[in-house]
Antibody, heavy 120, light 111 residues
Framework: EVRLVESGGVVVQRGGSLRLSCAASGFTFVDFAMHWVRQTPGKGLEWVALISWDGGVTFYADSVKGRFTVSRDQDDNSLSLQMNSLRPEDAALYYC?????????????WGQGTLVTVSS | QSALTQPASVSGSPGQSITISCTGTNSDVGGYNFVSWYQQHPDKVPKLLIYAVSKRPPGVSDRFSGSKSGNTASLTISGLQTEDEADYFCNSYTSTTTLVVFGGGTRLTVL
């Protein structure tokens, strides 16, 4: 069974930094691209970042480009999201998500999420 | 404002069929067959229902089906059940600078 467990969500001040982590298990981590997707009550779901199976390719949503960095540790089966220059609009529940494998645009397993709050 | 447009809410009675639309542009829904649909119950994580426009992952009921015409994708739920009451989101690949876009979500009420 696929298991994705996020951690690192806290209250952070505007302009601050935060690193989210995701521990993956139950599948061959090195075979799949991974994503971060966030959700807010008012804005629904928003895709944030993608990292390819080998870490060699990354993509970001326009809203976080230049501020967020996604990375993965193949030895540790973990995914990370370094978030800098945080803004109030970055406040959300952040999900670690596994790609289906046949494309980079379909999310077939989701963690429970970790909550990021940005205070102004 | 979400990149893909979904109705805010739809409703139906048990046993009926309903369809939820997801409208985009030639840069996303209309140009590629990378549309997916997700179901999210309150306080639960999203669940993949449909991918590549019309494919169902293992374990998803065949009451859920997907299709696409032009720039609009659709999710049809047949034989509505009370447990289908949830939020439904679509997403698509986009050739714009952002790789993936979501719809704003549709709240399904089973009356």
């Amino acid at each position: 069974e696929v298991r994705l467990v996020e951690s690192g969500g806290v209250v952070v001040q505007r302009g601050g930094s935060l690193r989210l982590s995701c521990a993956a298990s139950g599948f061959t981590f090195v075979d799949f691209a991974m994503h971060w997707v966030r959700q807010t009550p008012g804005k629904g779901l928003e895709w944030v970042a993608l990292i390819s199976w080998d870490g060699g390719v990354t993509f970001y949503a326009d809203s976080v480009k230049g501020r967020f960095t996604v990375s993965r540790d193949q030895d540790d089966n973990s995914l990370s999201l370094q978030m800098n220059s945080l803004r109030p609009e970055d406040a959300a529940l952040y999900y670690c998500v596994k790609d289906i494998g046949s494309s980079w645009y379909t999310f077939d397993s989701w963690g429970q999420g970790t909550l990021v709050t940005v205070s102004s | 404002q979400s990149a893909l447009t979904q109705p805010a809410s739809v409703s139906g009675s048990p046993g009926q069929s309903i369809t939820i639309s997801c409208t985009g542009t030639n840069s996303d829904v209309g140009g590629y067959n990378f549309v997916s649909w997700y179901q999210q119950h309150p306080d639960k994580v999203p669940k993949l229902l449909i991918y590549a426009v019309s494919k169902r992952p293992p374990g998803v009921s065949d009451r859920f089906s997907g299709s696409k015409s032009g720039n609009t994708a659709s999710l049809t739920i047949s034989g509505l059940q009370t447990e289908d009451e949830a939020d439904y989101f679509c997403n698509s690949y986009t050739s714009t600078t952002t790789l993936v876009v979501f719809g704003g979500g549709t709240r399904l009420t089973v009356l």
